[in-house]
């Protein structure tokens, strides 16, 4: 069974601009969290997508957005990048949306903004 | 929202050694999750403990949830270099989500 996919692995992108990142969940899960973990934060919560439908975020700017397609796959975008927007972002993906149920991440894209 | 103190930050042991790292929450916590990172790789589930004063066993991995569910502790017996890697308690965040701690990172030397 193919696990949590995310691309591109690596993304370099100038101050100003907008980056997009995709993630593809396990197969028959609904549910698709993004964390941003930044050098010495941990994990910080960005966004939860279920069915389709944005269901909470995480005390982020709205620069950060993103959406769920049909097929459960998602999209984080980031517009007018900031140089402390560079983090590594990752997908994860449980069968359903709860805080007990275990969730499984993708390897993450490293976002560098110079 | 709901807060995941964990402690300490970074642990650097011999190998054959123990570790042990802490999880607080001033709240009480419904469950809560341990997932392991190793350097370059994402975090990977663990366990999940959701009784009080639980404890479970993972070969030389010991977890434990207590009374009042407001604490968790994680102990290795005899580190080994593979256990190498930065340790996350999360708890429930709010609506769904999961608030993770800033985790421990271990180093371990051969």
């Known amino acids: 069974e193919a696990g949590v996919t995310q691309s591109p692995t690596h993304l370099i992108k100038t101050r100003g601009q907008q980056a997009t990142l995709r993630c593809s969940p396990i197969?028959?899960?609904?549910?698709v969290y993004w964390y941003q973990q930044a050098l010495g934060l941990g994990l910080q919560f960005l966004l939860w997508y279920d069915e389709g439908e944005e269901r909470n975020r995480g005390n982020f700017p709205p620069r950060f957005s993103g959406r769920q397609f049909p097929n459960y796959s998602s999209e984080l975008n980031v517009n007018a990048l900031e140089l402390e927007d560079s983090a590594l972002y990752l997908c994860?993906?449980?069968?359903?949306?709860?805080?007990?149920?275990?969730?499984?991440f993708g390897q993450g894209t490293r976002l560098t903004v110079v | 929202g709901q807060q995941v103190m964990q402690i300490p930050q970074y642990q650097h042991v011999q190998e054959g050694e123990d570790f042990t790292t802490y999880c607080n929450s001033s709240?009480?916590?419904?469950?809560i999750q341990w997932y392991k990172q190793r350097p370059g790789g994402h975090p990977v589930f663990l366990i999940q403990l959701v009784k009080s004063g639980e404890v479970k066993k993972q070969k030389r991995l010991t977890f434990q949830f207590g009374e009042a569910k407001k604490n968790s502790s994680l102990h290795i017996t005899a580190t080994q270099t593979t256990d190498v890697g930065t340790y996350f308690c999360?708890?429930?965040?709010?609506?769904?989500?999961?608030?993770f701690g800033k985790g421990t990172m271990l180093l371990v030397s051969p």
């Open positions: 999360a708890g429930p965040g709010g609506y769904s989500t999961l608030t």
């Open positions: 994860a993906s449980s069968l359903t949306g709860g805080e007990d149920t275990e969730a499984f």
């Open positions: 709240t009480t916590l419904s469950n």
């Open positions: 197969s028959g899960h609904t549910s």
